[in-house]
């Protein structure tokens, strides 16, 4: 099941890596740093595919000015997770899940369209919370 899941990441988001290294990862980056006279179109996801909770060994993800809209509850399994950068999108909602990454040290949501956060007070690990440029 979970090869399956890697795979299906791999050509959701048209990576350019084996099974072996994407189930290996721990670090996982994507940025939009704007139009290039070479690319035609997007080559950044707008969503986060839900198989992203069998990258076990995943410690950081960073998903930069993409305009995903939402995290999804699936990436909440990743309980080694510790650190989320996601600013400059579109996320109007975290899920309460959150609260499960016990091992989160640092979450960056500045510039997002936030209307409310869940309680995160178990986060003890948290050094760094950044929402600012949100609605709430």
């Known amino acids: 099941k979970k090869c399956h899941a890697v795979q299906r ?11 072996d290294k994407l189930y290996q990862l721990k670090r ?8 290039t006279n070479i690319q035609k179109k997007p080559c950044y ?17 960073q998903i930069y000015n993409t305009g995903i809209t939402e995290i999804p509850i ?6 080694g997770l510790g650190s989320i950068d996601m600013e400059y999108n579109k996320i109007d909602k975290i899920p309460n899940e959150i609260s499960k990454l016990v091992n989160l040290y ?30 709430i």
């Open 9 to 19: 990441i791999i050509e959701q988001m048209d990576l350019d890596c084996t099974y």
């Open 28 to 35: 996982f980056e994507i940025h939009n740093l704007g139009p």
């Open 45 to 61: 996801p707008s969503y986060i595919p839900k198989e992203i909770q069998y990258l076990n060994n995943l410690i950081h993800i």
């Open 74 to 79: 699936e990436l909440c399994e990743l309980t």
């Open 106 to 135: 640092n979450l960056d949501l500045q510039n997002n369209k936030l209307k409310k956060m869940p309680n995160i007070c178990n986060l003890s690990n948290l050094k760094f919370l950044d929402l600012s440029s949100n609605e």
